[in-house]
């Protein structure tokens, strides 16, 4: 099974596919993710991508394309995968249906602005393994470390108040038409993100399983 999550930058999606794809055993494809690795390593895609991540634009089309293409073709993505932030433009959703990909269920998690602004500031993620926190809603067991792999956690960058709200602008002008794009694929399901966790996974897998 293909799934993609889409939604503004902290609906939750991160957090959502770490929780589904341990239930459904399959792997997430983060694109934020993947780029914040290459930022760290320091390696050509990363240099290319840094001066975008850090401003809260679009990393270009073709880079980020070439790194969901690669990824895809690897065995464990063979029983399916969830995108995780990717696709972010229409353009990226064409490349995705060029490459032959079939994707079962879209799952948009709504949030409104202003809880969107309110989550960032509290939004912690693992230096090491990129597992994401809230200090109000998702904690820790223990603070400022990593359930999964004990590694430190840390407030992204990108997260400050004013790159975030250059994010939640170019998510209305850029990804939010990706709604209608597979709505009339007849793909797009909407899931309430503003209730609690365990409430917006179970509506999620209820979508997925329909
Ligand atoms: P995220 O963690 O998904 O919010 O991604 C962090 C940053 O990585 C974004 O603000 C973009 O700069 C870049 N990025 C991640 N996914 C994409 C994508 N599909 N297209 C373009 N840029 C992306």
Redesign the pocket.
């Known amino acids: 099974m293909n799934i993609i999550l889409l939604g503004a930058?902290?609906a939750g999606?991160?957090t959502q596919a770490e929780i589904i794809c341990d239930k459904l055993q399959i792997p997430t494809v983060?694109?934020?993710?993947?780029?914040?690795e290459a930022l760290k390593s320091g390696t050509d895609m990363g240099k290319k991508?840094k001066s975008?991540?850090d401003?809260?634009?679009?990393?270009?089309?073709e880079?980020?394309i070439g790194i969901?293409k690669e990824r895809i073709k690897k065995d464990d993505c063979k029983a399916g995968f969830i995108l995780?932030?990717?696709?972010?433009?229409i353009s990226?959703a064409e490349a995705l249906d060029d490459m032959g990909v079939s994707i079962d269920r879209v799952v948009d998690i709504e949030v409104d602005d202003q809880e969107i602004l309110k989550r960032m500031s509290g939004r912690r993620v693992c230096e090491k393994c990129g597992a994401s926190y809230n200090i109000n809603s998702k904690k820790p067991k223990v603070e400022g470390v990593c359930d999964r792999c004990a590694g430190t956690l840390v407030q992204?960058m990108?997260d400050s108040l004013d790159?975030v709200k250059e994010?939640l602008s170019?998510y209305h002008e850029q990804t939010k038409p990706l709604k209608g794009y597979y709505e009339a694929q007849g793909k797009l399901v909407t899931v309430d993100g503003q209730q609690e966790l365990s409430k917006i996974t179970d509506d999620i897998i209820r979508e997925i399983e329909a």
């Open positions: 930058p902290g999606k991160g983060s694109t934020g993710n993947i780029i914040r991508a975008f991540v401003k809260g634009k679009l990393v270009p089309d880079v980020v969901v995780d932030g990717f696709p972010r433009t990226q992204r990108d790159t994010r170019v």
